[in-house]
């Protein structure tokens, strides 16, 4: 994972998910929950992730994709945030942010929840 690089393709039917203002509730006591609703399936290595009921499609890179699989099940921020710097050569405050964002992303675009 390089710096601030876009863990997902937000390109939807009808246009783009706006921008996540800071602080939308994500912490590393949060627990994310993977919306069971959303089919998704692998291309080339990068997810791929359908919204039947709404109509939009969503793409993820290699890390966004290993954030999907790690969530698999419920779980808290800061062992998303330790697998992936366990996994990949990422300063673990860089990892912190670009997930806290990307999770924010996930859940403005209601693929996840959290509690």
Do not use: H, Q
């Not at 990949?88 to 693929?111: H, M, P, S």
Request: proline share 1%; charged share 30%.
């Amino acid at each position: 994972m390089r710096g601030n690089a876009e863990m997902v393709n937000f390109k939807r039917s009808i246009g783009k998910v706006g921008k996540i203002k800071k602080g939308f509730g994500i912490n590393l006591n949060t627990i994310i929950n993977k919306n069971l609703e959303i089919d998704d399936t692998d291309l080339d290595g990068e997810k791929v992730m359908m919204n039947l009921d709404k109509g939009e499609y969503f793409m993820m890179n290699e890390v966004g994709s290993r954030i999907w699989e790690i969530i698999s099940e419920p779980i808290n921020v800061r062992r998303i945030i330790d697998t992936l710097c366990s996994e990949y050569e990422v300063d673990e405050e860089i990892c912190k942010d670009t997930v806290v964002e990307f999770l924010g992303r996930l859940n403005n675009a209601e693929l996840i929840s959290i509690s």
